[in-house]
T-cell receptor, first 116, second 112 residues
Framework: DAGITQSPRYKITETGRQVTLMCHQT?????MFWYRQDLGHGLRLIYY???????DKGEVPDGYVVSRSKTENFPLTLESATRSQTSVYFCASSESIPGGGTDTQYFGPGTRLTVL | AQSVTQLGSHVSVSEGALVLLRCNYSSSVPPYLFWYVQYPNQGLQLLLK??????LVKGINGFEAEFKKSETSFHLTKPSAHMSDAAEYFC??????????FGKGTRLSVIA
């Protein structure tokens, strides 16, 4: 199916465990983004990537690791999950960075992560 | 650096009434401004955006927004609310070639 998908959609884990959230897009967009959404904070950027093997920190990168070996995939890993990382995580992709003609971001359906 | 302030975390309107969602931005460079909408249990989708040119921009579902540089605002309006407009709305800003910075969101409720 064309589009942007995230897996799993729901995840419950325990403090200290490693968790990887997957993101896959079929458009061959150059840019991919990871956000977390928390009540009272809106969306905050964790990491983004301009192309394969190019990643950069966003507003709240601590405790997270990303990689991008292929254009279509952008996994997000919580190396040692903490309760403060309980959140809804959204992946997004776009052809260009804001200001470019093709800068619309397309969002996945989200992953709801609970850390006990 | 850029930032966005959305006034009102929750706005409630009657069906058929005017919708006005407020967004003020801060940017040291000419801004690019966006409104995204999030329906329950879904990801965000673009409503409209301002990059350059005409300051009144029209988007999907009858929404529009006006870029007012002197007021550093980009308020979202719709003349007549529908029940299907109930959602969370996010204003976002970029300085160009930088990632979007989102506001905290405004939840719109539409009362029959």
């Amino acid at each position: 199916d064309a589009g942007i998908t995230q897996s799993p959609r729901y995840k419950i884990t325990e403090t200290g465990r490693q968790v990887t959230l997957m993101c896959h897009q079929t458009w061959s967009h150059s840019y991919m983004f990871w956000y977390r959404q928390d009540l009272g904070h809106g969306l905050r950027l964790i990491y983004y990537s301009a192309a394969a093997d190019i990643t950069d920190k966003g507003e709240v990168p601590d405790g997270y690791v990303v990689s991008r070996s292929k254009t279509e995939n952008f996994p997000l890993t919580l190396e040692s999950a903490t309760r403060s990382q309980t959140s809804v995580y959204f992946c997004a992709s776009s052809e260009s960075i804001p200001g470019g003609g093709t800068d619309t971001q397309y969002f996945g359906p989200g992953t709801r992560l609970t850390v006990l | 650096a850029q930032s966005v302030t959305q006034l009102g975390s929750h706005v409630s309107v009657s069906e058929g009434a005017l919708v006005l969602l407020r967004c003020n931005y801060s940017s040291s460079v000419p801004p690019y401004l966006f409104w995204y909408v999030q329906y329950p249990n879904q990801g965000l989708q673009l409503l409209l955006k301002y990059t350059t040119g005409a300051t009144l921009v029209k988007g999907i579902n009858g929404f529009e927004a006006e870029f007012k540089k002197s007021e550093t605002s980009f308020h979202l309006t719709k003349p007549s609310a529908h029940m299907s407009d109930a959602a969370e709305y996010f204003c976002a800003v970029s300085g160009g070639n930088t990632p979007l910075v989102f506001g905290k969101g405004t939840r719109l409720s539409v009362i029959a």
